[in-house]
């Protein structure tokens, strides 16, 4: 245990040391000596960032209602901290019990992002364990490290330093894991024991042991197969789902430190129908699950009650979309209106706002609208099937605009397929007549925010076979949009071009990049998703380092005969059905909302369901 | 709902060790948050982003203990003092403590604008005799004038740090640990660092701990 005499002796000269000081509310505190498994998650990422993420604090509840695990916290120490640390010889510990990482059974990432890579490398140093899986399956008592969250879709990258990884929701998946370890490591000998305990957990739905799977290339570099080790481990893995949704967690640990979002979460919905072709998200959390009415009632007053927090989050992929958004909003605000409680309701889609869903949230509203048409023309958003019209986003801007928000913020990409100089311009012409519906609406003060980032294609998605726009053309069509926006009621944000080459690589490579990705490393990458600390130079000499190419990754158009790095991860929507998605698109061919017409994604056939998407009836 | 109504609690509370590193802001947040858990309906001020009417007296630095720090808060329904603290005694994150819960005229002076001065304990770890210890609070104490610099958020002050320091004494020592006391200035005309104090007595790097022990308010 990290002694106080320590930590007084190096948080005092580091910025925010409340990061590392722990003891907050609704911290989890469980007796080590009564526990026979210890889980530490990890997010890679720095205190308020991790602090944020919905989906550890959900494991962090469920591990640690068992009698006999507990789970605690560790995020990535600041740059500052980290040299203090090393100077020091202070290993990284968890934020409950100021243990080394080492003292615990499994470290658990969450891998939401494929710029914290580095991190995930930097935190294992720093915790004093090899990088390597490898290398850690030789210290029988080194913890075992296992990968989920969305970049586990594939996880190949960086296959090379973990044990394990969970692929898909890990509610029920998570403790299943935790009574196969229990049980066969009381039942095997020491030296051995993770290899059975690795053997046999490949055999859960949705887990993935990269260890246990050979990758064999092409001499074009290509993948020529993904093998599985022996029979009994699968060709394919399948993702886990939870249906119905488990309840949510009600009593999160309530930061100090302000966090990116800094406010109670409820998740009202998992899944998106609407089917947008560049959405990795829209393809990978299918099926669509809404969570009953009086649940999500009943978890904010749970909620409220426990944290004392003033804003409440609405959390889904698409919350406006929820069956019963306008008597949710309605019935918060009424019953809290005397707390005043905040409700932010994120990932609005412009054709589901209303004059009403305005109203009610304008009424305690904390920040601007955010909505994201995408694309700037009609036939543009048809090929990436984002169904908003102008028609939508200009009623839209007109309710929030005469609710009384003086902001709004539009998020647009570049380098979409059949992208063309008109369709970009043409997100100029949009802009402009939302600035010109808020200025008749509230006067010149309005401001309209643009946000503009480089479309990367995504794994499991319809244009997953597409390469990343040449980064003339993307240059060239950002100077002609900024040429057309400059004005001082707009403010413009571009994505940084060699952040999107990374994130392009890193989000669709095989597992050679992780001698990559361990080279960036040791020259000096961290925290590469902040503008401030990434170096792309780092990442450049990596490469070359590593004789490897970004642009293999990025940049090359794939054939549909290609065996993709993530072929082996089944999402449960049919490759073929991505295809046709693909061919479609380029038509410009509109495919409908699950909620208005079965498009035979696979999944429904897949899990058998009965109900696809699984939405509220009328009565909610 | 009628909002003329008001009611004004002062309440006194320790930030001990487990939250000293929390930031003035972290405080005030986690104060907000600790009384709506307690039910404590507070009033809020008007306008688009309506917020609690919650004031402390002094911003604690981060690193430093407080032994009787000062808030008040503003509700909008009224409940008894000790009701006050009960409830809170159960909502407050480990950390912070409940020293006293007392109702205050509405019509008092605002809690910021009484304070007038801050009293500190630092523990020293140093090997120095107890005749040497008293000398240097002796020298320091009869210097006229410490001219100091301070760089804040881009700016640049100069300042004297004699003048905020009104009474420095020794309370006591056990073994290596020396506890110095200092009564200091804190008003918008100044407000003395125990740190900057403990720097000039040439003790930088050997404190071990500082406590803010108590608030001076000018009506006492």
């Known amino acids: 245990m990290i002694a106080d005499r320590i930590m007084d002796a190096i948080l005092p000269a580091v910025s925010k040391p409340g990061r590392y000081a722990g003891h907050e509310w609704n911290l989890r505190a469980k007796d080590w000596s009564k526990t026979a498994l210890r889980v530490a998650l990890a997010y890679p990422d720095v205190y308020e960032v991790g602090m944020s993420n919905l989906g550890l604090a959900i494991l962090y509840d469920i591990l640690n209602r068992e009698p006999d695990v507990l789970a605690e916290r560790v995020y990535a120490p600041w740059p500052d901290m980290e040299q203090a640390m090393r100077q020091s010889g202070v290993p990284l510990f968890a934020l409950e019990s100021r243990r080394p990482l080492q003292d615990f059974d499994w470290i658990g990432f969450s891998l939401q992002y494929e710029l914290n890579y580095s991190n995930v490398l930097n935190m294992l140093d720093l915790a004093g364990l090899p990088v390597q899986a490898s290398e850690r399956m030789a210290q029988p008592s080194a913890p075992l490290v296992i990968g989920g969250g969305t970049c586990t879709y594939n996880a190949e990258p960086v296959a090379d330093f973990f044990d394990l990884f969970v692929i898909g929701e890990g509610e029920e998946v998570v403790l299943e894991l935790a009574r196969l370890c229990v049980q066969v490591r009381s039942g095997a000998p020491v030296t051995v024991w993770k290899e059975e305990f690795l053997r046999q957990a490949a055999g859960i739905e949705g887990v993935y042991v990269p260890s246990l799977y050979a990758v064999e290339y092409n001499p074009d570099g290509t993948i020529a197969a993904v093998c599985p080790a022996h029979r009994s481990v699968p060709s394919r893995i399948r993702k886990r789902i939870v249906s119905p949704l488990p309840p949510p967690p009600t009593r999160p640990v309530v930061p100090f430190v302000k966090a990116v979002h800094d406010r109670g979460m409820v998740e009202v919905m998992r899944g998106c129908t609407r089917g947008c072709r560049f959405c990795h998200a829209g393809m990978v959390y299918r099926p669509v699950r809404e969570r009953p009415l009086d649940e999500v009632l009943q978890a904010v007053d749970e909620l409220l009650t426990n944290t004392g927090y003033e804003e409440i989050s609405l959390i889904s992929l698409s919350s406006s979309d929820y069956t019963a958004i306008e008597p949710l909003l309605q019935t918060l605000s009424e019953r809290y209106a005397e707390r005043r409680l905040a409700i932010s309701l994120p990932s609005l889609r412009a054709d589901s706002f209303s004059v009403n869903l305005a109203r009610i949230i304008q009424r305690t509203r904390k920040t601007g609208l955010t909505f994201a048409p995408e694309a700037g023309s009609e036939r543009l958003r048809r090929v990436i099937n984002k169904g908003i019209t102008a028609d939508d986003l200009m009623r839209t801007a007109e309710a929030a605009y005469a609710s009384g928000w003086l902001r709004i913020k539009l998020y647009f990409m570049l380098g979409l397929p059949t992208e063309t100089m008109e369709d970009v311009l043409a997100i100029a012409d949009l802009v402009k007549a939302v600035r010109g519906i808020g200025r008749r609406e509230c006067g010149q003060r309005i401001q309209v925010g643009v946000s503009v980032n480089t479309f990367v294609p995504k794994p499991h998605t319809p244009f997953q076979w597409l390469p990343l726009e040449d980064a003339n053309q993307i240059r060239t069509r950002q100077a002609a949009l900024r040429g057309a926006l400059r004005d001082r009621s707009l403010q413009l944000s571009w994505s940084d071009e060699s952040v999107t080459r990374l994130e392009a690589a890193l989000s669709r490579g095989d597992r050679r990049l992780g001698r990559t990705i361990l080279q960036a490393w040791r020259l000096g990458a961290r925290f590469d998703a902040w503008a401030e600390e990434f170096k792309p130079e780092l990442w450049q000499q990596a490469f070359r380092q590593t004789g490897l190419d970004p642009a293999f990754y990025a940049a090359r158009q794939r054939p549909l005969s290609e065996v993709l790095p993530w072929s082996h991860i089944d999402t449960g929507v049919d490759s073929h059905f991505l295809w046709d998605e693909y061919q479609r698109g380029l038509r410009g061919e509109v495919s409908v909302d699950c909620r208005q017409g079965c498009m035979d994604c696979g999944v429904r056939a897949e899990w058998q369901l009965e109900r696809c998407p699984q939405t509220l009836g009328q009565g909610g | ?220």
Not at chain 2, 37 to 65: C, E, K, M, N
């Open chain 2, 1 to 220: 709902m009628p909002t003329d109504s008001l009611w004004r609690f002062r309440i006194v509370f320790g930030k001990g060790t487990e939250v000293k590193y929390i930031s003035h802001l972290d405080l005030v947040r986690a104060w907000q948050r600790a009384l709506r858990r307690a039910d404590v309906a507070l009033a809020h001020s008007q306008g688009f982003s309506p917020h609690p009417r919650i004031f402390f007296a002094s911003a604690l630095p981060v690193g430093v203990t407080g032994r009787a720090e000062m808030l008040e808060a503003l509700l909008e329904r009224p409940m008894e003092a000790p009701e006050i603290a009960a409830r809170l005694g159960t909502q407050l994150p480990c950390g912070l403590r409940v020293v006293s819960v007392a109702e205050v005229p509405l019509a008092a002076p605002s809690l910021p604008t009484q304070v007038a001065a801050a009293e500190y304990e630092a523990q020293v770890e140093t090997k120095i005799a107890g005749e040497q210890m008293q000398s240097r609070l002796d020298q320091l104490v009869a210097t006229p004038s410490l001219a100091r610099h301070m760089e804040r958020d881009g700016k640049a002050r100069d300042y004297d740090l004699r003048p905020l320091i009104q009474r420095l004494w020794l309370v006591g020592r056990r073994e290596a640990v020396y506890v110095v006391g200092m009564r200091l200035r804190a008003d918008p005309h100044g407000t003395g660092r125990p740190d900057e104090v403990m720097a000039a007595l040439g003790f930088a790097a050997q404190v071990r701990a500082i406590e803010r022990t108590q608030l001076l308010l000018r009506s006492e």
